[in-house]
């Protein structure tokens, strides 16, 4: 099919109502050409499907200095493949600063979820940006400090005002510094300058929960300044990208909406021949396989290196590729070029079956759900079949030269992410112990016997600075065991903390294999004698031990002891929080009423008590309110 | 009229402004295509960028308000580059 027919079948199937059909063509369409004319197209149709495909809402704000129109569609494309239905309120031309003082702005009263702040240097400090070889060290001093200031009274009014997450763009550097080489001579050039002011800007965000700083100045240089403009439009329509770059534009914000929305990968699953090293093992054998300093095995082990990365950052690696088990673990375990381990690993797949149910059965493995596994695979057709079969997965496109791939792997949105708990960085070593824990349930008959031999430890903590961050990202990645989904930013559970009628725990467990870290959120809201539960998760890695028996049980008691005389919560069924149905009734709450979205359940406390598994030893940290 | 070329560029503006590829015909203009607003204007001029891999001058742009002269823009340019 040429691309006008492929547009005319989607429009069939549109109409025609057959959304899968239709979303999967679209998906294909945005695979093959990633251009404004595509999007506009993929935009339409899918506003069509809206009713029929369960597709998150979220709220973009732009305050910008120059024209984003065109990128909008591109945008809202993207993000309509990765299931979000994107509102976009643009700023008028510079006027974002009345925007963002005014609470009665129509950007506060549009209630986004995001805003991006994008402001250009020749915008913000068009002094340091055009005139640099005419001022005097203290008029660049005094610029600096003007703009800081600028950047500062934004970022704060925003925060005053909105809970919506901050991205702001840090400004660009002139690739032609107004006084030539002799810029780079000292540490008072125009590059200094704007790099002081970025420093700062970093220093301001850092300051305040939910703000980000996009790198604008690394994305124009990663893409190349003399490429990366076009004058001629800046000065004509304000637009100052070029028309080829208006996607990698595109493609930044989108880092950052993957992980604010939590369209995110847990899990890269990878293929090992000519994917994780040149060659196929099984014929070329340990020494004709392409792995090393040199080229062409160069480009495996960057490819590796950037898989590393992934790890420290928390994401789990996996393998499924169709070889005999014992060539492929000998050189994953012994080939000298292998940068990554078989530890580094948390499942293996290595078999003839079909990849799409080895994928199955890796996230089953990891306690994932299918859509939290990204795969990378450097043959077109297993890709194609995994698109095909579980079209959840998200399938990485390897470019067919190896050179590129490491580059692709970096530069994919589901990768990213905005903060790192100390839980990210050592998931890998708690997925090992995962295993150990496996083991041993399988050798234990007795489910009472298996949670006594984990001596589980504990400890329920009132939300706290320190646990802030990673509290926020459990309420945004965690779907499974999620009783209610709500999704919160750190602005609005610092807001929530401070009321007295909200409390908001979290709870670390430690067991024999080791420490599992910050993994369950409960937040609770008093409405006079009713102390509703409004949030309780539990990441899927302790699901299964009781930990949310306890967790439970010390709820009812804090409210309890609070004077509250009933413990209610909804239960509100999404696609994926089918293991948390039953968690109300299985403690004895009762169902109160039902409607589309999901149950009430409520227990009577003066009636009933809860009570704590005695296999797990419990620790109350105090400070309820700090 | 260069057919090949008034498929693609029919198949572009039809995306961008938001209209059945029927629609555009050798006439479409910014007068007689409702949409065809001064965004939609420098999103078809930048999809046609994307697409045919070249950039245009400000006076073309202004001088782009209709599929005729859009292809009359695009065959100098093309022709020009080889």
Avoid at chain 1, 15 to 20: H, K, L
Avoid at chain 1, 222 to 228: K, L, Y
Avoid at chain 1, 362 to 376: S, T
Avoid at chain 2, 59 to 79: F, G, Q, S, T, W
Wanted: glycine share 4%; net charge negative.
């Amino acid at each position: 099919m040429n691309t006008s027919e492929v547009r005319q079948e989607i429009e069939h199937l549109v109409s025609t109502g057959e959304a899968s059909g239709a979303e999967r063509l679209l998906a294909e369409l945005w695979r093959t050409e990633k251009t404004a004319s595509a999007a506009s197209f993929l935009v339409r149709q899918y506003e069509q499907l809206r009713p029929r495909l369960k597709l998150l809402p979220y709220r973009l704000a732009i305050l910008r200095s120059f024209t984003v129109e065109p990128m909008v569609p591109l945008l809202r494309a993207a993000a309509f493949i990765a299931n979000i239905d994107l509102s976009v309120q643009l700023s008028d031309f510079n006027a974002h600063t009345q925007e963002v003082i005014d609470p009665a702005s129509r950007l506060y009263s549009f209630a986004p979820d995001s805003i991006i702040l994008a402001v250009q240097t020749r915008d913000l400090a068009p002094d340091l940006w055009n005139r640099f070889s005419y001022l005097s060290p203290e008029d660049v001093r005094l610029a600096v400090t003007r703009a800081v200031a600028d950047f500062r009274g934004w970022v704060h009014a925003l925060r005053q005002n909105s809970r919506a997450n901050l991205i702001i763009h840090n400004l660009e550097q002139p690739s032609l510094p107004n006084t030539g080489i002799l810029d780079s001579q000292t540490d008072a050039g125009q590059r200094a300058a704007i790099a002081q002011i970025n420093r700062e800007l970093r220093a301001v965000c850092a300051e305040q929960t939910s703000s980000y700083i996009l790198d604008y100045d690394a994305l124009v240089a990663r893409h190349g300044e003399a490429n990366w403009h076009d004058e001629r439009k800046w000065l004509t329509v304000r637009m100052p990208i070029a028309s080829q770059h208006l996607d990698d534009l595109v493609r930044e914000w989108l880092k950052f909406l993957h992980p604010l929305t939590g369209r995110i990968a847990k899990a890269l699953v990878v293929d090992l021949d000519n994917t994780l090293w040149g060659g196929v093992i099984g014929e070329d054998g340990m020494e004709g396989i392409k792995l090393g300093m040199e080229y062409p095995g160069a480009s495996y082990q960057e490819l590796q290196r950037a898989l590393l990365d992934l790890y420290s950052r928390g994401i789990l690696l996996a393998i499924c590729s169709k070889n005999n088990q014992d060539d492929a673990m000998e050189a994953l375990g012994k080939h000298p070029g292998m940068l990554l381990q078989p530890s580094h690993f948390a499942a293996m797949r290595i078999n003839w079956g079909d990849k799409s149910q080895n994928l199955r059965e890796i996230a089953a493995e990891l306690n994932l759900g299918i859509d939290a596994l990204a795969f990378i695979d450097d043959n077109p057709l297993e890709r194609q079949q995994v698109r095909t079969a579980v079209p959840e997965v998200f399938v990485l496109d390897l470019p067919s030269d190896p050179t590129y791939f490491a580059r692709t792997v970096r530069e994919c949105p589901v990768f990213e992410r905005l903060a790192l708990s100390r839980e990210d960085r050592q998931r890998g070593t708690m997925y090992q112990a995962q295993q150990k824990r496996r083991q041993i349930e399988e050798s234990i008959t007795s489910r009472e016997d298996f949670y006594r031999s984990l001596q589980q430890e504990a400890e329920i903590a009132p939300l706290r600075k320190g646990t802030l961050p990673r509290i926020a990202q459990l309420t945004n990645k965690t779907n499974q065991f999620n009783l209610t989904t709500h999704r919160y930013t750190e602005q609005q559970l610092l807001e929530l903390a401070a009321s007295p009628e909200w409390h908001c725990f979290s709870i670390r467990v430690r067991d024999r294999f080791g420490d599992n870290g910050l993994v369950g959120v409960v937040i609770t809201h008093d409405q006079a004698e009713i102390c509703e539960i409004d949030t309780f998760l539990l990441s899927c890695r302790v699901i299964g031990r009781t930990i949310e028996t306890a967790f439970l049980w010390f709820i009812s008691e804090h409210a309890r002891a609070r004077g509250a005389q009933r413990l209610q919560g909804w239960f509100l069924l999404t696609k994926k929080n089918a293991p948390a149905r039953d968690f109300y009734s299985a403690h004895g709450l009762e169902l109160q009423r039902e409607n589309g979205n999901g149950s009430l359940w409520a227990l009577d406390l003066s009636a009933r008590r809860l009570s704590c598994p005695d296999w797990i030893r419990l620790t109350v940290l105090d400070g309820d309110k700090e | 009229m260069n057919a090949p070329l008034f498929d693609r560029v029919r198949r572009i503006a039809a995306d961008v402004l938001e209209v059945p590829q029927e629609k555009i015909r050798a006439d479409s203009s910014s007068e007689n295509v409702e949409t065809w607003d001064s965004v939609h204007h420098l999103n078809l001029v930048l999809a046609l960028e994307q697409e045919f891999n070249l950039q245009f001058e400000p006076e073309e742009i202004d001088e782009m308000n209709n599929v005729e002269h859009i292809l009359a823009v695009l065959e100098r340019k093309l022709n020009h580059r080889s």
